[in-house]
């Protein structure tokens, strides 16, 4: 990752989803040392800045919101550095993608108030998490997770590199065990034609663990549990969520934004979720 992504970056609307936002990532900002981002983006046709000549300055109501934002991170982590501020673009991703050059991650709530809502369920949502050149972290779950369970999905087809990296370095900076899934369906006809479901899975269970074995020869400090179930894998996520106080999935790869197996946990996990892109 580029040394320029310093920073946390956080969306807010000053909903109570974005405050639920702001504390994860302040807590994140706290863990890794950086500092904590605060965006409140207001739509227009035009991309303008804020220190922009042509603009007239802040409303009263987006100074309220980011002061709001400000003083709930600080007073969750005192000692981080936090920056406020308030971008016009076409849409919430697209001003949240102006800052991703300087971003180590994007956090978002599951609702909000307007553009918000459009960025979780919505068209710009999907591109943010599938486009976002770093993770972007969906925080959904209780307030205050307490398992200390870090939980993967890996799909044995995919480089497991994004997902593990973060899912590993995650898992150590909280001090908690690393759950590494792999969920698969049999084909109709494989049951039908009696394939060993068992040797099968004592298949998939070998290929997952050489998958895990670089990082846990490099992080040997970190406890991991492998798991290999049969089962839809958007159903057997959101399951490992629930116990779980994150969630790491890929965003599918380069030439699709958004896999549907990322979406549909985005949708349904029980934990905040954090979908990383290809390495490159």
Sequence with gaps: MSERRTAILVGT???????????????????????????????????????????????RESQKILEDGRDAASRRQPGIKVETMIVHDRSVADGLRQYADEAAMAVIGDRGLGGFADLLLGSTGLHLAGRFPGPVVVVRGPAEPTAG???????????????????????????????????????VLAIEAG???????DTFRGHLAAAVA???????GVEVVEDVVIGHPVEMLASASGNAEL???????????????SHG??????CPVAVVRPHG
């Design 214 to 220: 670089p990082w846990r020869e490099r992080l040997p």
């Design 13 to 59: 609307d000053g909903s109570a989803r974005s405050e639920r936002a702001i504390a994860w990532a302040a807590d994140e900002a706290a863990r890794s040392g950086r500092e904590l981002r605060i965006l409140h983006v207001l739509k227009t046709r035009h991309r303008l800045f804020a220190e922009s000549a042509t603009y007239d300055g802040p409303s």
């Design 247 to 261: 969630l790491v999935v890929g965003s599918r790869g380069r030439a699709l934004p958004l896999g549907s197996v």
């Design 265 to 270: 946990v985005i949708h349904h996990a029980r």
């Design 149 to 187: 369970e870090v939980a993967a999905g890996l799909d044995l087809l995919e480089d497991p590199a994004p997902v593990l990296d973060h899912a590993f370095a995650a898992a150590a900076a909280r001090g908690a065990r690393l759950r590494v899934l792999h969920a698969w369906r049999p084909a």
């Design 195 to 201: 394939v060993d479901l068992r040797a099968a899975t």
